[in-house]
């Protein structure tokens, strides 16, 4: 009997405003159908079990860790990725340029995540709230816990994130 190799699915979703159909294995995860098979490289992969955030994407708006949902979940269902905050080819989202103006990054494996996280704060339908204290940098804190940095420490990209929405 031949080997014809694992079983693949057809599949649409709609990827940073565009609809896409993709061939995807049953257990691939997003993070690498949209590396490998859509060429989007700016979702990091780094710990491949959902504990440093480094493949934060957006799926209907809230943070997903893109190693570990599998792409079939997003069949159906609006993805966003780090590629599709820009408003244009030439130009950045107010959030990219806050980390640039506030060095939120350094080695940047990290950044795409970030950048993805914090854009779900800032567009919470409540709101990002403004703490128990009236410090919304502690809530923005306890918000990005599962995102990981090695190079910052953390101080630049809450000055980032902070600046953004302060517009």
């Not at 490998?36 to 799926?59: H, P, W």
């Amino acid at each position: 009997m031949a080997d014809l190799g694992p079983a693949t699915i057809s599949l649409a979703m709609t990827l940073n405003g565009t609809e896409v159909s993709v061939q995807v294995e049953p257990s691939e995860p997003l993070a690498h159908t949209l590396r490998e098979r859509l060429g989007l490289t700016g979702t990091k992969v780094s710990c491949d079990v959902q504990a440093c955030g480094a493949c934060t994407v957006l799926v209907d708006g809230l943070p997903r860790s893109a190693c570990t949902f599998l792409t079939w979940e997003a069949r159906g269902h609006e993805v966003t990725t780090v590629e599709g905050l820009a408003p244009a080819m030439d130009a950045l989202h107010p959030l990219q340029q806050a980390f640039i103006e506030e060095n939120g990054f350094q080695c940047g494996f990290c950044t795409p995540g970030m950048l993805m996280a914090s854009y779900a704060w800032l567009h919470a339908d409540a709101g990002p709230g403004d703490g128990a204290d009236g410090d919304a940098g502690e809530d923005l804190v306890e918000y990005m816990s599962g995102n990981l940095c090695r190079c910052t420490g953390y101080l630049p990209i809450v000055a980032a994130i902070l600046h953004a929405r302060q517009g």
